[in-house]
RNA sequence: GCCAAAGUAGCUCAGGGGUAGAGCAGCUCACUCGUAAUGAGCAGGUCGAGAGUUCGAAUCUCUCCUUUGGCUCCA
């Protein structure tokens, strides 16, 4: 099956002016590769040169559907349109509601367009030049304008459509396939992806060279749904919602499992880095939150609950409980660096429309740790927590290239003055500079408090998830604000820096991540279920109990299947089930303690022992093996 | 929250103004059964919720809820 893929370098998104920021290096799907899951490797020139002819052939097949979408409604205004991971979009500013249904039509148009083996022709011109072209073209006159004053302005023109581009494109609509080419769905999109702007109709295509491409695109990607998380927590009962109760998840027992393993992993990592395990209240008062700033700035996203005249919210976030706790008695430089922990269990009101799966919730807990120091210590903190979270993740599957690092610089909505970002932020630059640590800059995405680093995996459909995180805070610890205070070297009372971060993020997500990531086939150190005893035929089902409790008592997740199926319909079933080993015992088996091994890939080992059972998995379990 | 789509049995889905169907799963019974489905029988749904149109609504209309794909926001 394949999966996805490599991606081309970062430079190439930015063909299009006033495409949306948050657009970044896009995956390519291709069709002959066995895959991964994506990585950022760069690609090899044969590799790179398809992927060049594949960016111009959605860039201009964009510019063909918008040619397509003004002759249905020559009064539309036209924003941008991009080419992006697998094919295209395009804004516009629509007299009506677009439906699905007007597909049909705008692709007549387009098959029209492609087989009228237009040239695709570029033009230079001057800025007042392309402001009097576009004069009845809103969104293109914000453009022009937004193009750097060295950059060159140029008009690409296919058929009767010019728009305002950059290229690169095909030379000729004959370069375009009109059979690998989908519109696929309609989205609302906000100019520049601004809330504060209009919402705009985004139409998604896709593009290939030619059908086979597409049809296999589109195979892939209804193999890539039997990945998807929220499929395999139901097919593999590890949890459920309630339509009653959006966001909150229903941990079963097999779910719950691999949470609480994932935890106890956590608990033994980070207790190797000398940090403490603290718990502290859910509920908390407003007086609190006023302190702390959370009741002015992030107010919107709490559950807010009263009792006796006084108002409490549950809490989003574990760091002012952590103050608190550092607050009792007396502190001193000699208590620093002091790590905080606690499987902090948060509830933030997420917008509804921001909900998915287990991946974005309003009830969840964080592996989260804050870290009270000095200015002084604040780069060395940084590099063993890097070194922590890449132990960690590489531990659960994620080698260093699927990890995506970025930078978050101040946001609009924050607390503390300019001069306290300023530190703040070269703070942090300079402890990744020190820990070798390469990243993107992501302006504007900072805490309100602080300026934070993402550490952002990736899922089955290539979106990806913000999982662990550094933030540096001078705000929150300060005189102003909770008031933690240590005593220095000087005998003064000092304010500590405070780093808040979590390595998985939430548990949720990153299981949500994993599951993803492993198409529910667990390692097996955190399968459910590691192996099922299989009897042969009834006669041998106290024998296969037998077995399966001897495991379980020594400390496996072990079941014996002793339903009326029979042995073939059991293997079936707990292979979908993903259970890394099956255990088939017959007569000979249970004569000579042995067992018939067979993996969830198929892979058999007849005649192992039970004691060479034990310890090959125990050994797997050890290294983290997957199987 | 915004734009688009969807919601029929536990799951996957068919049907569609006269009051609901399949496969799998479930339950019961039978079968001494060696590496991806043993057979037979039974049971399962106020067709997401509420209102309206109609002699009659699961089917048409409206409102709401949830989910999916995007946008915004975020662990």
């Not at 990585?39 to 959605?58: F, G, H, M, V």
């Not at 769905?185 to 491409?213: F, H, Q, V």
Request: net charge negative; aromatic share 10%; proline share 5%.
């Amino acid at each position: 099956m394949p999966t996805c893929a490599t991606l081309v370098p970062l430079g190439n998104q930015k063909e299009c002016p006033g495409q949306g920021q948050k657009d970044r290096g896009f995956f390519i799907f291709t069709p002959e590769k066995e895959p991964e899951m994506s990585t950022r490797a760069s690609l090899d020139p044969k590799a790179q040169e398809k992927a060049d002819r594949l960016y111009k052939i959605r860039h201009t097949t964009a510019h063909v559907m918008a040619e397509a979408v003004l002759r249905m409604f020559p009064e539309a205004k036209i924003a941008i349109g991009p080419p992006i991971d697998n094919g295209f979009y395009y804004d516009f500013d629509l007299p009506r509601k677009l439906t699905e249904e007007d597909f049909e039509t705008i692709e007549e148009h387009m098959r029209a367009i492609i087989q009228g083996k237009h040239p695709m022709t570029k033009e230079v011109i001057t800025r007042n030049q392309a402001k009097a072209r576009f004069n009845d073209q809103p969104y293109k006159l914000e453009l022009v304008d937004a193009i750097p004053e060295h950059e060159e302005v140029s008009l690409f023109t296919v058929d009767t459509f010019t728009d305002l581009c950059r290229g690169p494109h095909v030379e000729n609509t004959k370069d375009l396939n009109w059979k690998a080419f989908k519109l696929l769905r309609i989205a609302g999109a906000y100019w520049r992806g601004n809330s504060d702007n209009p919402m705009l109709t985004r139409i998604y295509g896709t593009a290939w060279e030619d059908p086979k491409e597409m049809r296999e695109y589109l195979d892939h990607l209804k193999e890539l749904e039997k990945r998807d998380h929220r499929r395999l927590g139901r097919e593999l009962d590890l949890f459920h919602f309630e339509d009653d109760n959006p966001g909150q998840i229903f941990w079963h027992h097999n779910g719950w499992t691999i949470y609480r393993l994932l935890m106890e992993f956590v608990r033994e990592s980070i207790g190797r880095q000398g940090y403490q395990e603290v718990h502290t209240p859910s509920v908390m008062p407003k007086s609190l939150w006023d302190r702390s700033g959370h009741w002015e700035k992030y107010q919107e996203h709490m559950f807010v609950t009263e009792s006796e005249k006084r108002l409490f919210a549950l809490k989003p976030m574990n760091c002012p409980g952590h103050i608190e706790i550092f607050r009792q008695g007396l502190k001193s430089y000699r208590d620093l660096p002091l790590r905080m922990a606690e499987f902090g269990s948060c509830v933030r009101n997420e917008s509804s429309g921001a909900l998915h799966g287990i991946m974005r919730v309003r009830g969840f807990v964080q592996d989260d740790a804050h870290i009270f120091c000095t200015e002084e210590q604040i780069s060395s903190e940084v590099a063993l927590f890097v070194e922590l979270l890449k132990g960690m993740y590489k531990d659960l599957g994620f080698d260093e290239a699927s990890i995506i690092v970025k930078f978050s610089t101040r946001p609009e909505k924050r607390v503390g003055d300019d001069a306290t970002w300023d530190r703040a932020e070269g703070a942090l630059a300079e402890a990744c500079k020190q820990a070798g640590l390469e990243y993107e800059i992501a302006p504007g995405e900072g805490a309100f408090y602080g300026p934070k680093l993402e550490f952002t995996l990736v899922d089955a459909l290539g979106r990806e998830w913000q999982c662990g995180t550094i933030q540096v805070d001078y705000q929150l610890p300060s005189k102003e604000r909770l008031d933690a205070g240590y005593i220095g070297e000087d005998g003064n009372r000092h304010t500590p820096v405070m780093l808040h971060r979590a390595v998985l993020g939430s548990l949720e997500r990153f299981i949500g991540i994993l599951l993803e990531h492993y198409g529910g086939a667990m390692p097996v150190w955190l399968a459910p279920i590691q192996a099922v005893v299989i009897p042969v035929a009834p006669a041998f089902y106290e024998g296969a109990q037998a077995l399966a409790k001897e495991l379980e008592n020594e400390g496996w997740r072990v079941l014996a299947d002793l339903g009326d199926e029979r042995m073939n319909n059991k293997i079936r079933i707990h292979q979908a089930q993903k259970v890394p080993y099956m255990l088939v015992v017959g007569e000979q088996e249970l004569a000579s303690r042995t067992v018939a091994v067979r993996t969830r890939k198929n892979d058999r080992i007849d005649g192992l022992s039970v004691d060479e059972f034990k310890a090959m998995i125990d050994e797997k379990i050890q290294k983290k093996d997957v199987l």
